[in-house]
């Protein structure tokens, strides 16, 4: 126990402050080591005078510290050289076996004192050590002198480091110390720092009344001053924000890529080695300097951490270094990161963005009051982003129609998990300007003429229009957001509040934005990582067999069937379809299939062999069970269809046929009880029988059939195959009433 405290009493732990009964750790331990082989020496005692000494060095020198004394030394060859450096530029010390090269005292016998070749402290000249490439152990930055995170006056750096260190040459010629800067891990040019680094010095007195340059909020400042070189270094790191875009692995391990959201990035690599993060997260990171590559390098990566809270103070007045925000009255302040780069600005260089909106990369806001958000911090608390709370990533809704009552917006809309719901919407649309009038072109208008083929936005407002949409009948009342895709988000009180997409007017892959588009007679295959069909230009011509890429991640919603898949492996194949959809990077993110022929392997189709049933009534509506039903191609003695499935209306009259074939499109209970259902029909609008087919060829457990006014031919595998058919054999008198129904 005496031994950890006074080991601790003497530094031998490093930083670490360990109570006297505390359990050493493995790296504890070896850090303890190396520090007594490296950073103690032997001594004597002379029990007449009651004093200690350096071993073998006598005792009319006074008790000193001489790293050639040491164990690390003496019994191990242990040097180190203190002018390498580490990422960012940093002044670092490598560790190795070597030999220190002090005139004729190059062993181990530590004569050597520190008026001689040691630095003043009893250390190593870097200049004075032997050390081969390939006898090195280790490299660890060094540590810092001072370090500063917020944006610091050049007086009360100078007031830090001192006179002495900060003499200009042109007051003092034999100035000893040498300045140099490196900001993200390259070094500052000195044309650029000054010669010398004599612009790199802070002033005193009311010269030195301005910010420091290489001090802001957001930017993590280190100086290293080595006094027996004479040598002050100047460290800038900054911090960005990133989005990782895939998760990959090789040979090298595990890797992501970052997507840069920081205009003031500016990586020529953007993997990085990690175990952590998935796709979509946002990271911040830093970036150093390779120099033999002249790249710019992921060097760390964090996660953010997250603040979450309603808005209710904005320093939104100023567009500068002190903005802040507060989640209350006198409560805690979450000051903007602020690094000065890039453009000029009251004689300052700074980014063009302090903070992003994750929501509108593209626009410079701050957040609305009385909103949640979460704040996304730096390492030292600043603030580098916001999004608005509660959000989940692709979280877009379509508008099928809105209404105004009692001045309240309600809207119709469609959601990604194909929710069809009437929703109350604020009427302040996000991602609008709030001071002008802005006109945009609308992909479903009804006018061709590219004149009045635009929509209009007063003030980011929702308002009544004067034009037709796609789809709608003369005389039918509009709005501004009426079948257009929005982002959104929801309040706590269920109010959403939708934020605009622009759409485009011309095809740019390029965009690193979203932005919505129109297509019809849309086709959409499984497994094809495309969509093709014609799209409408503002012009009011159109581009017929375009088409848009889509991938794994996009989300098709299809309306008519209720049914959401992600990715174009999952998504059924789609004919004759009106789409809207949005993009990015001439990806598709989310595709709403409005309309079309959907051809769904999970599709579920039947027959009736007759129209026995009871009637009941589940969860307030009225229900038919059908005791004799075919359902994809299996008899079923229990089925239930909704009395108003197949025309929607209050009627309880039986609609459905024997003999006709019917597709359900909307169940409830995990398919259990069927709500809407289709007739099937052919292309020329035939239901059956009319639109027999005809049965071309038969062979070993194989047909072909001409489909009846046709000539093509449809050929069937009724066993094994990439697609083996269900046959159900349904035969009909002359007459065309139903004559009976069997598998096979």
Known sequence: ??????????????????????????????????NAITKTVPVQYNELLGVYYNENQGIIYSLEFNYLQTLGYKNFDLVYKSDTRDMY??????????????????????????????????????????????DEIITVPNAATYVYTDKTKEKDVYSDLGKTVCTDTAKDKDRGYTWVAYVNGKEVEEKVAGKDGKDLIPKSGTAGDKRYIYTAKGTQTEIYIDDDEQTVDVIEINYYIGQVSSVKEDKGGRYVTVKELSTGSSLNERTFYTGS????????????????????????????????????????DKDDSDTYLRFEQDGTKYPYSFQYQGSTKNGESHQSHMVYDLDELNN??????????????????????????????????????????????IAKVLLTDNTSAKVEVKDELDGLDDGITEEYYHPQLNDPAPATNKVTFKKAGIDWVDYELVGGSTGTKASNIDQLIWKYSVSDSGVYTLKFIEPQKTWNNTEDKDTQWYMTDAKIETGKAYVTGTRPNADGTTKENNEFIVDAKTIFVDDANGKVY???????????????????????????????????????????????????????????????????????????????????????????????????????????????????????????????????????????LNQYKEETVYKYDTVDGDDPTQIVLVEYDADGKLDNITTG
């Open 566 to 704: 992600t990715g174009y492996k999952e998504v059924p194949n789609v004919d004759n379809a009106n789409v809207a959809y949005v993009l990015n990077k001439g990806v598709a993110k989310v595709v709403f299939v409005l309309d079309g022929d959907i051809y769904d392997s999970s599709s579920v189709y039947f027959m009736l062999k007759d129209t026995d049933r009871e009637t009941f009534k589940y969860d307030g509506d009225n229900y038919w069970d059908f005791d004799n039903a075919y359902v994809n191609g299996e008899r079923q003695s229990h089925f239930y269809v909704r009395t108003n499935a197949l025309n929607g209306g209050d009627s309880d009259r039986l609609n459905l046929k024997a003999g006709h074939l019917y597709k359900v499109e909307k169940t409830i209970e995990d398919g259990e009880y069927i709500t809407k259902v289709v007739e099937w029909k052919d292309g020329d609008n035939d239901a059956l029988p009319q639109a027999l087919l005809t049965i071309n060829a038969v062979g070993d457990e194989t047909f072909w």
């Open 277 to 316: 993060y998935a796709e979509d997260d946002y990271v911040i990171y830093t970036m150093d300097y390779v120099e033999d590559d002249k790249d710019y390098v992921i060097a760390e990566m964090f996660e953010p951490e997250v603040v979450t809270g309603e808005i209710n103070r904005v320093e939104k």
């Open 1 to 34: 126990l005496a031994s950890i405290a006074q080991a601790t009493k003497i530094n031998m732990f490093g930083n670490l402050n360990l109570p006297t009964n505390a359990e050493l750790a493995r790296d504890n331990v070896a850090e303890m080591v190396f």
């Open 364 to 409: 410079s806001v701050h957040p609305a009051l009385k909103t949640d958000y979460d704040l996304l911090l730096d390492p030292n608390g600043y603030v580098v982003a916001f999004r608005e709370a509660n959000q989940k990533p692709n979280q877009y809704l379509y508008v099928k129609d809105s209404d105004e009552e009692l001045r309240d917006w």
């Open 89 to 134: 530029g940093r002044p670092a010390t490598t560790w190795g076996v070597g030999r220190y090269n002090a005139g004729n005292s190059t062993t181990s016998s530590g004569t050597i004192t520190k008026t001689d070749q040691l630095t003043t402290d009893g250390g190593l000249k870097p200049s004075l050590v032997r050390l081969q490439e390939k």
